[in-house]
């Protein structure tokens, strides 16, 4: 297991001591097929903290990776999603973007509830390799990160909540669908801009509305930054700028960064977290 280094788990809880806005790190299990998740996202979440001189919380507990279906998966992460969820509701309400960095994208299974609830005006664009609309009776992998979005949407229950409308979610850069996602797509059911497209389609879909945006770091091109999964054809680092800027002119009511790997070769020194700060400093 990859050991996070005490000094990038250190924790400054603001509720009582400041008002300066918070960047919400989650370092907890949750459907991991490996344990450098857990130690990528205070990678990200720290220098974001450091970048923009916001305070830095950090929440759950890592542990070693333990690969399974959904059920099994979920209900390890459950503890651990729960004080994401309370952490994060605590700071969805801050005068600046809610910043939150997650080691897998079915964190968000927690935090797109709480969206739904306080913002239901927002749409959350959904940059990922991946469609994640699966429900377990569609899922072809039994993988809970295939399923988030569906669970936010209410389609099966994940006990903890739901309520996000359809119509306020648009996939970005997505290219890998599994039958399912596909024929919600086709249907209209679910909004898309593919990477050829993707800058001219966002801005038409979604038009001056409020945004919370989920970058999953495998709608890059694989080898930018390290991640679990490698679908070719992804957005390069000059793209996500554009994202960046063109949503950038809407409200931006957050901004979430999962699925960023700690680098497997201990030998692998590269910052690849500031490039990747850089591409989405205009959400910021």
């Not at 079915?106 to 609309?133: E, M, Q, Y």
């Not at 949407?153 to 599994?178: C, M, Y």
């Not at 979604?206 to 991640?227: A, E, K, Q, S």
């Amino acid at each position: 297991m990859i050991t996070i280094p005490h000094s990038e788990l250190t924790v400054r809880d603001t509720r009582l001591t400041s008002m300066t806005p918070t960047v919400l790190t989650y370092v907890g299990r949750v459907a991991d097929h490996n344990d450098r998740g857990m130690a990528g996202s205070p990678l990200t979440g720290r220098a974001l903290s450091t970048r923009l001189g916001r305070e830095w919380r950090v929440v759950g507990t890592p542990e070693p990776a333990d690969p399974g279906e959904w059920q099994e998966t979920l209900a390890q992460a459950i503890p651990g999603l729960l004080e994401l969820q309370a952490a994060h509701d605590e700071i969805l309400g801050e005068s600046q973007p809610a910043l939150v960095t997650l080691p897998r994208c079915a964190g968000s299974i927690a935090t797109l509830p709480n969206l739904a609830r306080t913002r239901p005006d927002a749409v959350v664009v959904w940059l990922d390799a991946h469609g994640d609309l699966n429900t377990p009776f569609s899922t072809p992998t039994s993988n809970l990160g295939g399923m988030v979005l569906s669970a936010a949407a209410g389609w099966w229950d994940s006990g903890l909540g739901a309520g996000l409308a359809t119509h306020n979610i648009v996939l970005g850069g997505t290219r890998d669908f599994d039958p399912f996602e596909r024929t919600l797509v086709d249907n209209g059911v679910i909004a898309w801009a593919p990477v050829p497209t993707i800058v001219e389609d966002l801005s038409a879909i979604i038009g001056n509305r409020p945004v919370y945006v989920h970058l999953d770091c495998d709608v890059l091109d694989p080898g930018i930054v390290p991640t679990d999964y490698h679908v070719p054809g992804g957005l390069s680092l000059a793209t996500l700028n554009e994202v960046a800027h063109c949503l950038a002119g809407n409200e931006v009511v957050g901004v979430e960064i999962a699925e960023f790997e700690a680098p497997a070769d201990p030998a692998d020194t590269k910052d690849y977290v500031t490039p990747l700060l850089d591409a989405l400093a205009p959400l910021f």
